[in-house]
């Protein structure tokens, strides 16, 4: 962890806010529930500076603002009524349970047409003006009470405990974060996949992207892993960003949030249950004496 000391106010902080609203419907085995996004709202942007903010649009292009508000648009057809439990390791390749045995999740097929998750998109700029060439924003995610708070509150039951949250940026740096470190009481927790005779381990998920199904270590990690901490004036960042953004590039942030369904905690227990999500990013401004970390 760095401690780059005050970041001034006239430089260094840059928020975005995003609001996924998340709530569970019935379920029965894992890889048997379902959930359904209730609601998408807004992204918000606001900045302390005059030549460096944070654009976001919903569509990109021109149509890109400040302080205004975007949408957050559903990239896939998928109806957000309804979705099922899947495995990935990379956001690019889901897989699902096709054929049970005995309750046994045990075959698996690649995901078609982006079916059961949820998957949307915005676009941000680090637009700036008059800073030295070379510089970039480095991009974490905040928590803190200026952004708006933690970024999952739990409305009723453990949701969290199953699901993951994937963003990746122009179509790579993919990264996916598991919601809670908690997990249900062991009587409610279902070790059902099976693949090619073998159990599955906890901490394992479904990889497809070579064309067939294996199983690899879930790649998943805590949002503390980018999330920056204030500590009075201090603002201590992680060990690396999100990304580093190009000024004045245009980057495709695409937003998946899924059941994964080699979770032991994808069961009954999370029946009817809900979340409310709360993204935020922090930029830094890099690449400069000033604003280096």
């Not at 957000?80 to 309750?103: C, H, I, M, R």
């Not at 470190?181 to 381990?201: F, H, P, Y």
């Not at 805590?222 to 953004?245: C, F, H, Q, R, W």
Request: glycine fraction near 10%; charge should be negative.
């Amino acid at each position: 962890m760095k401690k780059p000391g005050l970041l001034s106010k006239t430089w260094g902080v840059l928020l975005m806010l995003i609001i996924v609203l998340v709530a569970l419907t019935a379920a029965t085995y894992a890889w048997f529930s379902s959930n359904r996004v209730v609601d998408t709202d807004t992204v918000q942007t606001r900045s302390g500076t005059t030549t460096l903010e944070l654009q976001v649009s919903s569509q990109g292009g021109d149509g890109f603002n400040g302080a205004d508000v975007s949408n957050i648009v559903q990239v896939n057809a998928t109806s957000s009524d309804e979705l099922f439990p899947v495995s990935t390791a990379d956001l690019k390749t889901f897989v699902y349970n096709s054929t049970t045995v005995g309750d046994m999740a045990s075959g698996f097929v690649t995901v078609k047409d982006e079916k059961r998750y949820y998957h949307g998109r915005i676009y941000l700029k680090a637009a700036a003006e008059g800073q030295p060439q070379g510089s970039t924003m480095a991009l974490y995610l905040d928590e803190s009470e200026a952004a708006g708070g933690a970024l999952l509150t739990e409305t009723s039951g453990q949701l969290s405990h199953a699901a993951r949250l994937g963003l990746t940026f122009d179509g790579a740096n993919a990264v996916i974060f598991y919601l809670s470190d908690k997990t249900n009481a062991q009587a409610e927790r279902v070790q059902n996949t099976s693949l090619n005779g073998a159990l599955l381990e906890e901490g394992q998920v479904l990889d497809g992207s070579s064309g067939t199904v294996r199983a690899v270590k879930d790649p998943a990690v805590a949002l503390a892993s980018y999330t920056i901490v204030m500590e009075g004036d201090n603002t201590i960042l992680p060990d690396k960003p999100l990304l580093n953004m190009e000024l004045n590039k245009i980057y495709p942030v695409d937003i998946y949030f899924y059941l994964e369904g080699c979770d032991p905690d994808c069961s009954d227990a999370i029946s009817y249950d809900g979340v409310d999500l709360h993204l935020a990013f922090y930029g830094v401004l890099t690449g400069t004496e000033e604003g280096g970390n």
